[in-house]
């Protein structure tokens, strides 16, 4: 089966969260195990949600969704706007190195030099005050969430 709707990152963060939480080890996931899966890719959906995203995966409707239904269907079950919010979460917590909720512009400086683009921390500084809506000098989920879904293109 082709996967090629996924790129490279969707397709081994999506098997990497399918094997955490198949708890039992058969290669598949029953309901529960699929809503930790939701959870843990932070998306946030209602229990008939998830219970509705099953039953679209569940091509065969025997009560389990292996490896293949999951990957063949997940980036088409789950609105974009969710997945993107829930990218931009797994992004956020990834800069957010102390885990306070809040990413400060060490943390920001970091992860830039982390991804090969060594910056000032005036720079950095000057990249928070462009987020920082409520002027804490630091930057929220909900800012960062809101500053990459209508930053200018």
Do not use: W
Not at 61 to 68: A, E
Not at 112 to 137: C, F, I, N, P
Request: hydrophobic content about 35%; charged content about 30%.
């Amino acid at each position: 089966m082709s996967m090629a709707h996924l790129s490279r990152v969707e397709r081994e963060s999506y098997t990497a969260a399918f094997l955490r939480v198949d708890t039992d080890g058969n290669g598949a996931l029953d309901l529960p195990e699929f809503a930790g899966l939701c959870t843990g890719l932070e998306l946030k959906l209602s229990r008939s949600q998830v219970e509705d995203i099953f039953s679209q995966i569940d091509k065969d409707n025997n009560g389990i969704i292996t490896l293949d239904e999951f990957l063949a269907a997940m980036p088409h079950t789950v609105p974009e706007e969710t997945r993107e919010e829930a990218n931009l979460r797994r992004s956020f917590n990834h800069v957010d190195n102390d885990g306070d909720g809040f990413l400060t512009a060490s943390e920001i400086r970091l992860a830039l030099k982390e991804s090969g683009r060594d910056v000032t921390l005036q720079y950095a500084e000057r990249m928070v005050g462009k987020l920082d809506k409520d002027g804490d000098g630091k930057v929220s989920l909900e800012e960062f969430v809101a500053y990459s879904k209508h930053k200018p293109t």
